[in-house]
């Protein structure tokens, strides 16, 4: 959820359609909860995919040894025993998969939108490609168990905030969840939510400004 308010702050044109969005699907911020219409919000689960594709809770890889009789691997033998594993924030910024992989585009997750300068259109093939590599859960069967409620408090959680309240970031501070051009290698995107990966991520910030609507 942090992640999701820090990358939708940044982005103006995205905040603004999120925000739509459920407030034009939902006359009281009672009526937001579980269901249909919740789940019909699909600009807000975009952003929400977008935020976890960035800057994922789980950015190193979650090691995995091979069973017995081996596996293979993208046309190579991998011995029983050896402990493998790919690196969510690696795969997650994997131009093949994400094209502009540093830039917060909601609306990669969105067959029939578009994006970027030239109005790169999406596709089916394009959502399936960057849905079959979005792992911050995990993959298949030893996934992570806690992803449908995790799913259900960030869109309940987030889609409340943004109906009752009108969001920007916060002015005249320092946000210590951005990184600096004076930073180290791969901290020095000032637009980048700022992880510290130990088992899971841990972050500080952002700082953002909340006024109720009127």
Known sequence: MAATLFYLVRTPS???????????????????????????????RACIDEAMRLSPSVGGLLPREVLTGGMTIDGEHVPAGTVVGTPHYAIHHNPDYYPEPFSFVPERW???????????????DDVARAQSAFCPFSIGPRGCIGKGLAYLEMTTTIARVLFMYDLRRAAGVVDPGEGSEDAEWGRHRAGEFQLVDTF???????????RRRS
């Open 200 to 210: 899971t991520s841990l972050k500080d910030g952002p700082m953002v400004e909340f």
């Open 110 to 124: 969105i067959a029939g939108s578009s994006f970027g300068k030239g109005g790169r259109a999406v596709g089916e």
């Open 14 to 44: 995205a905040l603004a359609k999120v925000a739509e969005e459920v407030r034009s699907k939902f006359d009281d911020v009672e009526d937001i909860h579980q269901g249909a219409q919740l789940a019909s919000c699909t600009y807000l």
